[in-house]
């Protein structure tokens, strides 16, 4: 007999795996990437640009509403952003 200090649930159900067509959708990005530097921009209109590992967020500080710009193929290494064109390059 084997011995285990682990054991399964007691009253285990097992489960199918999920469809194919399963996915997850974003909801809201927590966490910045800081580590390279000038990557959190403060914009006039209380949002605020950053980067997090693929992703590009800009956050609208009165709503808390979320915009991404995603698609990079690697995590982002730097952001910049041209308030005279409104533009975040």
Not at 29 to 53: C, E, F, K, M, Q
Not at 61 to 66: C, K, V, Y
């Amino acid at each position: 007999r084997k011995r285990s200090i682990v054991f399964p649930p007691s009253r285990l159900q097992p489960t199918l795996p999920l469809p194919l067509g399963a996915g997850l959708i974003r909801e809201h990005v927590y966490g910045v990437n800081g580590s390279p530097l000038h990557t959190l921009h403060v914009l006039r209109d209380r949002r605020i640009l950053y980067i997090a590992a693929r992703l590009c967020i800009m956050t609208d500080l009165g709503t808390g509403a979320q915009t991404y710009f995603e698609g990079h193929s690697a995590d982002v290494l730097s952001v910049d952003y041209c308030p005279a064109r409104d533009l975040a390059v």
